[in-house]
């Protein structure tokens, strides 16, 4: 049988794991992001706040995303691990800047400008789901 187990330790901002710290910025993806960096190997486990594609936008905070990654990318990570796809330079951090750019630009029925990508039908569900949201 399955039980819900609550976190016995949480952190505000930053917990220290040795080499790892895991940080929070505050919410884009959800309401509660958090990505664990080692500064020392210059890895950033980010989560799914980069993600190879088109990032689900719906719960999360497309406004406060942005400032997020680019405190993300002032860490100066030189691998990023996202939350899907591969393996990473500091690119996928653009990209997904460059993303929630013209997200947060866009209004309903506004074209895909990233028709390429797979799922290519999840840039009118992020519209829609914000769309919603604000109603």
Same mark, same amino acid.
């Given at each position: 049988m399955l039980e819900v187990r609550h976190p016995h330790e949480t952190f505000d901002a930053e917990r220290r794991f040795g080499r790892a710290a895991a940080i929070t910025y505050g919410g884009g993806h959800t309401l509660s992001d958090s990505f664990l960096w080692i500064e020392d190997a210059r890895v950033? /486990? &980010?989560? %799914?706040l980069v993600v190879d594609g088109h990032p689900w936008i719906g719960?999360? %905070? @497309?406004?406060?995303? @942005?400032?997020?990654?680019? $405190?993300m990318a002032g860490l100066g990570p030189e691998r990023i691990v996202p939350g899907h796809g591969p393996v990473a330079g500091p690119e996928a951090i653009d990209f997904v800047h460059a993303?929630?750019? &013209? /997200?947060? $630009?866009?209004? @309903?029925?506004?074209p895909n400008p990233y028709p390429e990508l797979p799922w290519p039908e999840m840039w009118e569900r992020n519209l829609a789901a914000i769309?919603? $949201?604000a109603a």
């Amino acid at each position: 049988m399955l039980e819900v187990r609550h976190p016995h330790e949480t952190f505000d901002a930053e917990r220290r794991f040795g080499r790892a710290a895991a940080i929070t910025y505050g919410g884009g993806h959800t309401l509660s992001d958090s990505f664990l960096w080692i500064e020392d190997a210059r890895v950033l /486990f &980010a989560a %799914d706040l980069v993600v190879d594609g088109h990032p689900w936008i719906g719960d999360g %905070d @497309p406004g406060a995303w @942005p400032g997020i990654l680019e $405190r993300m990318a002032g860490l100066g990570p030189e691998r990023i691990v996202p939350g899907h796809g591969p393996v990473a330079g500091p690119e996928a951090i653009d990209f997904v800047h460059a993303y929630l750019d &013209a /997200f947060n $630009r866009a209004t @309903p029925g506004d074209p895909n400008p990233y028709p390429e990508l797979p799922w290519p039908e999840m840039w009118e569900r992020n519209l829609a789901a914000i769309a919603e $949201r604000a109603a």
